[in-house]
Each structure stands twice: as structure tokens, then as C-alpha cells.
């Protein structure tokens, strides 16, 4: 026996690890991740043009153009001058498969300015071109 009356043991090391830390973390990056997505799906905000149609659903990210109420237009996030749009889309259609383009335009852009975004598009080689639009509030009868 030991002068202490017990005997004496040596402590283990612990070889387990706390997680606790670690779920804590990735829940509040899991948060912050939820809440930034959608902002930063959004990119260029116009008010889009409401319509009774239903929306397309597509699992492949589309090309976007948009055409902001002043005449800017934008290939996804990308500022283009309305004269190198044409440049530009040939040169994304040869790298991709399809040619499917989305044309955001906001309400209150002039009409001509659309047309000739249109014209472009075609030009271009755009295939399938689908205008974007939201769906109009429905009044209950």
C-alpha cells in the first residue's frame, strides 16, 4: 500500500474527441449558408412583368439575359454593351451544349430595346428563347 492509503493508478489519456464544438460550427455555417443562397442566386433586380402563365422548371443552370429599365444589359451577372451582346453569346454558344437563353427584361423598359435584345439573340443562334416573367396575383372569385 501506498503512504496515501490507496494505491496508486495512473490516469489514462482520454482518447475521445468532443464534437460538440464541431456540430456547433457547421449548424451556424449551415445558417449562414441558407440565408446567403438565395441572395446571391438573385444578382441583377428588375421588376419583372406579371403574367398568368406557370413557371418552367429546369435542372441545368440556364444563360440569363436581362435588360434593366435604363437599357443595360447583362449576360448572368456580367455587364455587356448592347453592340458586343451578339459576340459575347457566340462565344458562350460554342462552348455550351444547348442553346436555350432566358430574356429577363423589366416592365418598364422600352419595348425597342427588348425587340433588339431579341433580334441579338437570334442572331446569335439561340435556339429556344423563353421570356421570364411572375405570375400574377390570383384574386380568389
Given at each position: ?29 449551415l445558417v ?5 443562397a438565395p ?5 441583377i433586380q ?96
Amino acid at each position: 500500500m501506498n503512504v496515501h492509503g490507496a494505491s496508486h493508478r495512473r490516469r489514462r489519456a482520454m482518447a475521445e474527441i468532443n464534437v460538440t464544438p464541431f456540430v456547433d460550427v457547421m449548424l451556424v455555417l449551415l445558417v449562414i449558408f441558407m440565408v446567403t443562397a438565395p441572395l446571391m442566386q438573385q444578382g441583377i433586380q428588375i421588376e419583372l412583368p406579371k403574367t398568368q402563365s406557370e413557371g418552367l422548371q429546369s435542372d441545368d443552370q440556364p444563360l440569363v439575359v436581362t435588360v434593366k429599365r435604363g437599357g443595360e444589359v447583362f449576360v448572368q451577372n456580367a455587364e455587356v454593351e448592347l453592340g458586343e451582346l451578339r459576340t459575347r453569346l457566340e462565344a458562350i454558344f460554342v462552348s455550351r451544349g444547348d442553346r436555350e437563353v432566358f430574356l429577363r427584361a423589366d416592365a418598364r423598359v422600352d419595348y425597342g430595346t427588348v425587340a433588339r435584345a431579341l433580334a441579338i439573340l437570334r442572331q446569335a443562334g439561340a435556339r429556344e428563347i423563353g421570356m421570364v416573367t411572375e405570375p400574377e396575383a390570383r384574386v380568389a372569385p
